[in-house]
Structures are given as structure tokens and as C-alpha cells.
């Protein structure tokens, strides 16, 4: 019970940033929240459930792309970010029903493939989404700082909410289920589990707050082109900080998200024209070395000291 | 009126006809041995029954419901269960979690305290008291035997199918393993018992059906089905018949 209240504490710490008055540290902090966003919420299908989705820039993407076209027709920011995440649940609710019965790899390619079919169909429609010339945003009458503020807080705000859900998960019956589910699929359908509804359900999960942090991006950064939001490097970032703080744990996705963007930040400032190649490699050490990431590591040490409980 | 019933359970796979036309019929109370060579479709009929497969044709009926054509995890939930030939743990899980996970997802535990509270009785009832925050995947093949039958227990079912729960183990284990079989069903519990061991079969079950190419060829007592030609010649081996004919000269 202490450690999402240390979380939580330590979420309210990271919203006083704005204090500091340093726009960087704010631009930091808000590309924080938004790993933090994603990271969770992968963690929910891929380390609960243990089912490797390759989703997260369909529904970021999807998210962004309805926030954009919402806030055109004049519909209000936070409204627009709300039917964002709403459609991105509706949409991951209704794949995820017609591809959660494949497993391992077929699961990964045909997740990968939504983001791939939803890039194009935003490329065709450009009656709607602008197509390859990309769509820009109404402006908000407000400072720039006042906006940096904003969207700072707001995308923090999303994030705590998504930690409220990964803790609500963990701690309750769905995250038990999907234990259960990641070791043993069939097993888990023998003792009674509801294998499909429960896998839905995680997908959708693992989508709604995706969906939201989209259209919150796009906001955020006033223009939207289909390859920036439907890239592949936002699905595999939240895989990566996932795994590098813990997967199926609590805390380790937040952590992860921190300590990738310190990483991402490190080398790309010392090397620029071979930055990602280096963190590629940082990666692959860092997977390696530490396959169950830092909460995983930290958990075993005191599972061998005998302080059972490996629930972090 | 029978508790399990099955009329006419065929299942094909493709051209292969791994059960045929198979009626049984199990009365509550009763622990029945379904014997047969490997691959005369034991474990086909363990899954049909549990809903892993729907059948190709026939019907399965529990207290006068049809399970045919449920999901396994609705099947489970009405008082079926089963263990597997190869065990099925969640391996990085306590034993307690993995007792109580069939706790409250089949027997609908209402709260944790509960689920725990029938987990502990049924680790308790299997010997498995001082094993109960190990690991799963620490376990030896015989505790994880156990382990299943423990989550079989507390699924609180009505009916249990058993599927070679002694495979693989040492006599001192297997008798071990009788016992609690024996305990389970002096609580009331229906018991299918799927068997290599002629030994296990004989001494538990107070009925044998008897499965060949998916079909079944005998049905009777224990001494019946040791006494019919068939039987002893096809599926016990002539070895055993002439071992049984030398222990008894008058069959």
C-alpha cells in the first residue's frame, strides 16, 4: 500500500517544475508524463497480460488525429481530449476482440499492422485529416508560458490517472486474471477465467489514455502530420521504458520512462549524428543485463533476503 | 438420474476419428477409470467434456444441462474440473495464488479473505501446508501433481477429471497420491480417473470403460474388465494375460 502513495507524493513533487521557471525542464517534464502515459498503459496488455502489443501509435495516432479534427470543428480542448481517448477504447475494444486470439508474434504483427492501416487511411482521406500536409491546430489565446503550463500539467494529469488505473489493475481482480493469463493461458481458462473478455478489456485499457495523450500531443505541439503520430518509435519507446523499469509491475514503467528519457536526452546531446544508433545499443545492454528491468532486479534481491511479496 | 453424460461423442480432426460415437454415463458418487492405449482418445474425451473442443457430433450432459458447446472457463464454473496429464501451474506464482486463482474465478470467492480462506483448506487437504508461499516453479513433479489436484479442489467441483495425475511418479508418491484421490471422493466428488497404471485403475475405480480408436470396446467392474478376452488380449498385452491366467488357473 506504501509505494503508489510514495508515487503519487512523488507526482505532486514533479508538478511543482513549473516553479523552476525553466521552459526545457517543463518541455522534459511534459515529454515525461507523456512516456509515462504510454509506458503504462503498454505495460497493462504487454506486462500483465504478457501480450506483446505493437497498438500504441495506432491509438496515439488515432487519439491525435480526433483531437485535431475536433478542436477544427470548434469543439473545446479538454472535450476534444476526452472523445479522443473515448475512440481510441471504442476502437481498440472492437480490434482487439478480432485479433486477441492470436498469440506471441501473429498478435505482434497484426497489432503493428492497425497503426500501418490507420497511417494510410489518414494519408487518403485528405478531405478530413489534410493527408500528407498534415493538419494544423486552432491557436489558444494564451501566453507561452501560461501554455507550457498548461499542457504540462494537463499531460501530468493524464498520467496520474493512468497510474491510478495500472494501481487499480495491480492491485484488484483484472490484474490477477492477467497474471494468470501471461503464465498460462489455457490453465487459466480451466480455472474459470474469462481469458477473451479479460484480454479485451486490457487491450482497451492499455488504449484509452494513449488516445487521450494523443490528442493532448496534438495540442501540445499545434501541427500533426500522419508519420510523426503514427510512428514506430512511439510504440517501441513505451516498450522499451516498460522493460527497463519492470514489465508487469507498477512502478517499473513510470520509472522506465524516467530513466529513458534522461538516456535519450544524454545521447543525443553528446551524439548527435550517431544518437540512435548508440541508444539502440544502450537498449540491447540494458535488456540484457537486466531482463526483468530495475523494479524486477530490486524485487528479486529482496525476495532472496526472504521478504516474500514480489508485488511492486 | 447421472450426474455426466455423454451420447454418441464423436469428434473428428480432420480425417482422423479421434473419439467415436462414445456413450457414458457416470453416476454421482462414482469414481469411473477410462483406460485404453495411448492414443485411443482418453485425453480427446477429457477436453471434449471440459469444452477445450467442441464435439463433431454427439452431446455432453451435466445434471441435465448441455455443456457442448460451452467455453472451458463456463464449464469450470458449473462445478467440472479437471487436471492435466502435463501440469499446468502458473509458474511464478505462489501456491497460494495459484489455488486461489481457480477460488475466485470458478468457485466465485466473493472476497480475497474468502478465496484465501478455501485455498488454505484445500492446500491444507493436500499436504501442501508448508509449501503454501513457494513457488510453483520450484516444486517437484509430485507437489505440482498435488498442486493441481489442490486447484482442481478448491474449484469446488462436482465432478473431477483426472487426467494421469500419476504419471511420472515414484510408488511411494503414488500412494501417496491414492490416498488423497480416495479422500477426495469420500467428500462427495464425482471422479473421472484417466490411467496408464493398471495398479491405480483396479484399486480405485468401481467401474472401467475401456477406449480403442476412439471407441469404447468394455465397460464393467474392475474384474470383469480383467476377465473379458478382449480387453486383456488388445490393451493389457498378452503378457498380462498370461500372468493373470497363471495367478488365477480357474479364469
Known amino acids: 500500500m506504501k509505494r503508489p502513495v510514495i508515487a503519487l507524493i512523488a507526482f505532486a513533487i514533479i508538478a511543482c517544475l513549473p516553479l523552476l521557471g525553466d521552459n526545457y525542464l517543463l518541455r522534459l517534464g511534459t515529454m515525461f508524463a507523456m512516456y509515462a502515459v504510454l509506458a503504462q498503459s503498454w505495460n497493462i496488455i504487454g506486462g500483465y497480460a504478457g501480450y506483446p502489443s505493437f497498438a500504441t501509435a495506432a491509438f496515439f495516432g488515432l487519439g491525435a488525429y480526433t483531437g485535431a479534427i475536433l478542436q477544427g470543428f470548434g469543439w473545446p480542448m479538454p472535450l476534444a481530449w476526452v472523445a479522443a481517448g473515448l475512440l481510441a477504447a471504442v476502437f481498440a475494444g472492437a480490434m482487439g476482440s478480432a485479433i486477441l486470439h492470436l498469440k506471441g508474434h501473429y498478435f505482434a504483427i497484426a497489432s503493428l499492422v492497425l497503426a500501418e492501416v490507420l497511417l494510410e487511411v489518414t494519408t487518403s482521406w485528405t478531405s478530413l485529416t489534410g493527408g500528407g500536409m498534415g493538419l494544423n491546430l486552432p491557436i489558444i489565446r494564451m501566453s507561452i508560458a501560461a501554455q507550457a503550463r498548461l499542457f504540462f500539467w494537463s499531460m501530468l494529469g493524464l498520467a496520474v490517472l493512468t497510474f491510478l488505473m495500472s494501481w487499480y489493475v495491480s492491485a484488484g481482480r483484472i490484474g490477477f486474471a492477467l497474471r494468470c493469463i501471461r503464465q498460462n493461458e489455457d490453465a487459466s481458462s480451466m480455472v474459470g477465467i474469462n481469458t477473451t473478455r479479460y484480454k479485451v478489456v486490457a487491450f482497451v485499457m492499455s488504449s484509452l489514455f494513449v488516445g487521450a495523450a494523443g490528442a493532448l500531443y496534438a495540442s501540445w505541439v499545434f501541427y500533426i502530420e500522419p508519420p510523426d503520430v503514427y510512428s514506430v518509435m512511439t510504440t517501441i519507446r513505451p516498450i522499451v521504458m516498460t522493460m527497463l523499469g519492470g514489465a508487469g509491475t507498477l512502478l517499473g514503467p513510470v520509472i522506465g520512462s524516467a530513466i529513458f528519457l534522461v538516456i535519450e536526452e544524454v545521447v543525443w546531446r553528446n551524439f548527435l549524428s550517431v544518437h540512435a544508433a548508440v541508444l539502440g545499443i544502450l537498449i540491447v545492454g540494458l535488456i540484457f543485463y537486466l531482463p526483468n528491468g530495475i523494479v524486477g532486479a530490486v524485487a528479486r534481491r529482496f525476495r532472496k533476503r526472504g521478504a516474500e511479496n514480489g508485488e511492486t | ?251
Open chain 2, 1 to 251: 438420474m447421472s450426474i455426466l453424460e455423454l451420447k454418441g461423442l464423436t469428434q473428428r480432426f480432420g480425417g482422423l476419428i479421434a473419439v467415436n460415437d462414445v456413450d457414458l454415463s457416470v453416476e454421482a458418487g462414482e469414481i469411473v477409470g477410462l483406460i485404453g492405449p495411448n492414443g485411443a482418445g482418453k485425453t480427446t474425451v477429457v477436453n471434449l467434456i471440459t469444452g477445450v473442443f467442441k464435439p463433431s457430433s454427439g452431446t455432453v450432459t451435466f445434471k441435465g444441462r448441455r455443456l457442448d458447446g460451452l467455453k472451458p472457463y463456463q464449464i469450470s464454473r458449473m462445478g467440472v474440473a479437471r487436471t492435466y496429464q502435463v501440469v499446468q501451474p502458473f509458474p511464478e506464482m505462489s501456491v497460494l495464488e495459484n489455488v486461489m486463482a481457480p477460488a475466485i474465478f470458478a468457485a466465485g470467492a466473493s472476497s480475497k479473505a474468502e478465496a484465501m480462506r478455501a485455498a488454505d483448506e484445500a492446500i491444507d487437504f493436500l499436504g501442501l501446508k508448508d509449501l503454501r508461499d513457494t513457488l510453483a516453479s520450484e516444486l517437484t513433479l509430485a507437489e505440482r501433481k498435488r498442486l493441481e489436484l489442490a486447484k482442481s479442489l478448491a474449484m469446488k467441483p462436482e465432478v473431477l477429471l483426472l487426467d494421469e495425475v500419476n504419471a511420472g511418479l515414484n510408488p511411494a508418491e503414488i500412494e501417496i497420491a491414492l490416498e488423497m484421490i480416495r479422500a477426495i471422493a469420500a467428500r462427495g466428488v464425482t471422479i473421472i480417473l484417466i490411467e496408464h497404471l493398471m495398479k491405480v485403475v483396479m484399486s480405485l475405480c468401481s467401474r472401467i470403460v475401456v477406449l480403442h480408436h476412439g471407441a469404447k470396446i468394455a465397460e464393467g467392474k474392475p474384474d470383469e474388465i480383467t476377465k473379458n478376452e478382449k480387453v486383456i488380449q488388445a490393451y493389457l498385452g498378452n503378457r498380462y494375460a498370461k500372468a493373470n491366467a497363471a495367478e488365477k488357473p480357474n479364469v
